[in-house]
């Protein structure tokens, strides 16, 4: 009986996700977007470029790698097209060197909508764990759209290859949006529903729908299950920049279109 009416709930709340209007407002220690008008729910805002010192940001160390994760403008180097060229002035949140360390948000979310943009040079890798654990796959897969793998960009890693994807070219910003909800746990910490990916949406392109994880992707923040987590970006492969990183909560939704 408890799994039916859980369930329920879930099917009300995702009934709402066409309705959504992305926008900015205050939670957790999210900062709200200046002058943003859009109606319906607000978004909180992860990352907008004015956290400059990453106060609101952790790292996840690998051996004795150092990070590299800074804030400003990134672009391929015309000359070594693998790397950065990276000015200080700029709102992007940017690993700018390979073989550095991961980087997750104190911010931590339950079933939301996460959107953000990401661009990477020729060749390069990282990734999306959404809740900490569950990897969304960050690569330069251009030319490789008709048959892209588990490994290829938007891929859920190691799990699911994306459908009909829209890849960019290295340099170029690609745009994710991605429904999703969080395992659910009884009294006693046992898992009584598995996380899932509702949508993800690549470039304006729907890659996966409902996806179940039956538990986390290698390399996460601690390799367990929570009930809310944070976001993480993989920062020991290549360079990436991510920027205009927004979450949703659905609970936020679901109040809203409450009479």
């Not at 051996?63 to 403008?73: A, F, P, T, Y």
């Not at 950065?84 to 911010?107: C, M, P, Q």
């Not at 990436?240 to 109040?255: D, S």
Request: net charge positive.
């Amino acid at each position: 009986m408890k799994r039916t009416v859980l369930c329920a709930g879930l099917l009300l709340l995702v009934a709402g996700l066409s309705e959504i209007a992305p926008a900015v407002a205050r939670q957790d220690g999210a900062k709200p977007a200046k002058g943003a008008k859009a109606k319906g729910p607000k978004a909180d805002v992860v990352f907008d470029g004015k956290d400059v010192e990453l106060k609101q940001w952790q790292l996840k160390k690998h051996g004795r790698n150092k990070s590299n994760w800074m804030v400003g403008s990134a672009k391929p180097d015309k000359d070594k097209p693998r790397e950065f060229v990276v000015a200080k002035k700029g709102t992007e949140l940017i690993n700018a060197k390979g073989r550095g360390v991961d980087i997750y948000s104190k911010y931590v979310h339950g079933d939301a909508i996460l959107r953000l943009e990401v661009m990477v040079p020729q060749g390069s890798n990282s990734g999306i764990y959404v809740h900490g654990e569950y990897e969304i796959q960050i690569l330069d897969s251009h030319g490789r759209e008709a048959k892209p793998g588990k490994g290829d960009m938007g891929a859920i890693y190691g799990a699911a290859p994306p459908t009909k994807p829209k890849y960019k070219k290295p340099g170029e910003w690609s745009t994710y949006e991605i429904h999703f909800l969080a395992p659910r746990f009884d009294a006693d910490r046992k898992k009584t529903a598995n996380a899932k990916f509702l949508k993800v949406i690549l470039n304006g392109q729907l890659i996966h729908e409902n996806v179940e994880m039956k538990g986390p992707t290698p390399g996460g923040v601690t390799g367990k299950e929570h009930a809310k987590g944070p976001i993480m970006f993989q920062g020991d492969h290549g360079p990436v920049a991510y920027r205009n990183i927004t979450v949703l909560p659905m609970e936020r939704l679901k109040a809203a279109k409450t009479p």
